[in-house]
């Protein structure tokens, strides 16, 4: 009887691992969980778009979570806390703010940014060919896009010389974007009258201190807050009679004059190129940082007969979108 036990108890020792083995076996792999960190949500249907471009399927081969500040900046690191404390595989930041708080929060995960102004300015990556730490993905800014907007409001508005400049010097790379202008303005003998928003409420007085400073037109720094109360903005422009020129199309879409810039939706589809990668185990030290390669000039036809403005033929012909 002894040896029947001793045999029982060394069979059951050899079979309970096999069976182990089989039952791992048989579980489905891991489902790769993103973080989506955003101020206010605005173009994370066209992340959305790039995973399932790419094959991801959400809650079937990918989870999503997402965290949005609903416009408030100051939410954002308790909301990269939150992603961290999940334990998702990666961050992907919607511009330079949520950049700025999922990196003071975490130094391991991986982060993917979708528009970041100046990402080495701001010290997000080490440069652009070599991000050297835990965060890559897409810049908003390229070369001499501060220069250009200014040259656009010259050729609209004849013999402009003030104009007034709206800038959140809470954002990161707003300070970066402010000397770019100022340089560009100096070197276009225009005098600046620049002016803080940081909430939504800040635009009505800011408005008003333009009009006070004698301003004739109007530039906006690229910041989340330009995009999300683009139509608050462009009303606000129509009321003061004031042409605007903005780094995104939200803006003459939503009645504003007109705006030269990257394509936002286009950017947040790519950056779901860097999840991909991620995913299939490269590092972001080692995934350079790209640029637009396509700037967008669009603008608002209507807008401009409203404020009395005739969009000069050569300006037309170089716009990509028209709103008539």
């Known amino acids: 009887m002894k040896n029947i036990t001793s045999i029982f108890f060394l069979a059951l020792s050899v079979f309970i691992p096999i069976l182990n083995i089989s039952s791992q076996a048989q579980q489905p792999g891991k489902v790769p969980h993103i973080g989506f960190l955003s101020l206010s949500g605005a173009n994370q249907e066209a992340f959305r778009q790039g995973l399932r471009d790419l094959g991801y399927i959400e809650g079937k081969n990918i989870a999503i979570e997402s965290r949005t500040a609903a416009n408030r900046a100051d939410r954002l690191s308790v909301l990269a806390g939150e ?35 100046d990402p080495v300015g701001t010290g997000f990556v080490a440069s652009l ?58 070197a276009q003998a225009m005098h600046l009258q620049i002016l803080e928003i940081r909430e939504a409420s800040d635009f009505e007085s800011a408005f008003r ?35 605007a020129i903005s780094p995104v199309s939200e803006f003459p879409n939503a009645g504003g004059l007109m705006s030269y810039g990257a394509n936002l939706a286009d950017l947040y589809r790519r950056a779901a190129t860097y999840v991909d990668k991620i995913l299939k185990g490269a590092k972001p030290a080692d995934l350079p940082v790209e640029q637009p390669t396509k700037f967008e000039l669009v603008i608002n036809l209507k807008t401009a007969k409203q404020i009395g403005l005739t969009i000069p033929p050569n300006v037309l012909a170089r716009a990509d979108k028209v709103i008539k």
């Open 129 to 186: 060919a070599h991000p050297g730490g835990n965060i890559t993905g897409l810049s908003l800014v390229g070369p001499d896009l501060s220069t250009k907007r200014l040259e656009m409001l010259k050729e609209v508005i004849l013999g402009v010389s003030r104009v007034a400049v709206f800038w959140n010097p809470d954002d990161p790379a707003a300070k970066i974007s402010l000397r770019e202008t100022e340089d560009a303005a100096k």
């Open 209 to 243: 201190a333009a009009n006070k400073g004698r301003a004739r037109a109007l530039i906006l720094l690229p910041a989340p807050i330009v995009a999300t109360q683009a139509k608050q903005i462009a009303e606000l422009a129509l009321k003061n009679n004031l042409p």
């Open 83 to 117: 992603l961290v404390d999940l334990k998702v595989d990666v961050i992907v930041a919607a511009g330079s703010q949520a950049v700025h708080a999922a990196q003071r929060t975490t130094k391991s995960i991986p982060i993917v940014m979708t528009s970041s102004s």
